[in-house]
């Protein structure tokens, strides 16, 4: 079992930046893909960007390329989402995700194991 818990959200303006954290529970943290997830109101939880257990290997969707970077300290438990040149549509709630599985990078929410209780990003225009 693997607690997870954001922080970070906040509301900004276009243009701005934010770092979202999730802290793990538990001492299996490191043998874990990291994920982050967002759901905007009215639209399906969408993937944005995951890390591999060694941080190796990164994916993100096309629309945060350049702009959003994941990173996670294994030590500290903590997975970090760095969110630059904000626009209003980046606007959602942005979970954290756990996912057993570490052979390749999974970008579908179903697959992934355990999830934060997500932080709102509002970005104003």
């Known amino acids: 079992q693997v607690l997870l818990v954001e922080s970070g959200g906040g509301l900004v303006q276009a243009g701005a930046s934010l770092r979202l954290s999730c802290v793990a529970s538990?001492?299996?943290?490191?043998?874990?893909?990291m994920g982050w997830f967002r759901q905007a109101p009215g639209a399906e939880r969408e993937f944005v960007a995951a890390?591999?257990?060694?941080?190796?290997?990164?994916y993100y969707k096309d629309s945060v390329k350049g702009r959003f970077t994941i990173s996670r300290d294994n030590a500290k438990n903590t997975v970090y989402l760095q969110m630059n040149s904000l626009k209003p549509e980046d606007t959602a709630v942005y979970y954290c995700a756990a996912d057993r599985y570490t052979l390749y990078i999974r970008r579908k929410s179903a697959e992934y194991d355990y999830w934060g209780q997500g932080t709102q990003v509002t970005v104003s225009s």
């Open positions: 890390i591999s257990k060694n941080s190796a290997n990164t």
């Open positions: 538990g001492r299996t943290f490191s043998s874990y893909t």
